[in-house]
């Protein structure tokens, strides 16, 4: 349907008329200074041409300022209600991008891949299909940065985790740093759902908050959060003497991610394979399950440009014609 936003405006549409037997009037009154007694027969040679010529000029001004008027009262189309599930929660995912994500202890496809790739891969479907969550970004290593607010554009968010960098943001892990972020955007925020996804492979050293100090906030805020430990527990490189097993992920604090999940009401859990993070995201999807609340919200497209473009233009051919 098409509605108009400032339907008053049509009052104005007899404007021109108005003004017309207005200034009718004032011209009978004045006198004429000079009478000139052959004056019809000099007017008689173009008088039929400038009276068609003034006619459709006239016509042309009309719809042009009917034109005017319509794109005045702000024309708008209204397309049919569309239904959006809106769970009311808010969810932020704090991701690990040190240097110690680069190693490759992780497989996608049977082929070797880094940590952060494998996040990349199975975060981004999980945040496809948070559909009526606000989702967020945070990107952390020797600092914590907001990467993306909350929103509902998932396709947006899911883009800039997409193209973040392992050691763009240092090549230390500062988890109190993102943890305290976090809360501070969630803590603005009115949802009663406030949920944090950390996920890191290390323990933290840089930054200035303590990470079990910021659980705390986040209880006081009413956060939960749910970490995750990213890394296998053995992996085989070759070395001067030969192959060895080697633990890589000998620096991963679990007790400390363990105890700031616990505090929040969250859950700790540990992905050692591409395939335990998929598990650990469906099980998130129960935990935190969207809500089938609907809004409904009709597409609006504004319409006012048509005919006030149309308008501009019959004025200029009027322009044009009168100066000939």
């Not at 039929?48 to 001004?61: E, G, P, V």
């Not at 935990?287 to 809004?295: C, N, R």
Request: aromatic share 8%; with cysteine; proline share 4%.
């Amino acid at each position: 349907m098409t509605k108009f936003i400032w339907p008053w405006i049509f009052a104005a549409l007899p404007l021109p008329l108005i003004c017309y037997f207005l200034l009718s009037k004032a011209k009978s009154s004045v006198g004429k200074a000079l009478k000139i007694p052959f004056f019809r027969e000099l007017a008689g040679f173009s008088e039929n041409t400038n009276k068609r010529n003034s006619n459709w000029l006239k016509i042309c001004a009309i719809i042009a300022w009917v034109l005017l008027i319509l794109a005045a009262a702000r024309p708008q189309w209204m397309g049919e209600p569309v239904s959006m599930p809106i769970s009311g929660r808010d969810l932020l995912l704090a991701v690990d991008i040190s240097g110690s994500m680069k190693a490759k202890d992780m497989e996608i496809r049977g082929q070797a891949v880094d940590r952060l790739t494998m996040i990349k891969m199975v975060a981004g479907e999980f945040i496809e299909r948070r559909e009526g969550d606000r989702i967020g970004l945070i990107l952390f290593g020797s600092r914590a940065y907001l990467q993306a607010p909350l929103s509902l554009d998932r396709q947006t968010v899911n883009q800039l985790l997409q193209e973040s960098m392992i050691g763009i943001a240092g090549e230390k892990t500062a988890i109190g740093d993102a943890l305290g972020l976090a809360v501070k955007r969630l803590h603005e925020r009115p949802g009663e759902r406030k949920v944090l996804i950390l996920l890191t492979d290390g323990a933290n050293t840089a930054g200035s908050i303590e990470p079990l100090k910021a659980a705390e906030l986040a209880k006081t805020g009413k956060v939960s959060i749910y970490t995750i430990g990213i890394g296998a527990d053995r992996m085989v490189v070759n070395s001067f003497f030969g192959n060895r097993v080697v633990n890589p992920s000998a620096d991963l604090d679990e007790k400390s991610l363990n105890e700031i999940a616990q505090l929040t009401g969250g859950r700790y859990f540990r992905a050692r394979k591409s395939a335990d993070l998929e598990q650990i995201y469906a099980l998130l999807d129960k935990l935190e399950p969207v809500l089938s609340e609907d809004h409904s919200l009709r597409p609006i497209r504004e319409l006012f440009h048509w005919p006030l473009s149309l308008a501009l233009l019959i004025a200029f051919i009027v322009i044009i014609f009168k100066e000939k």
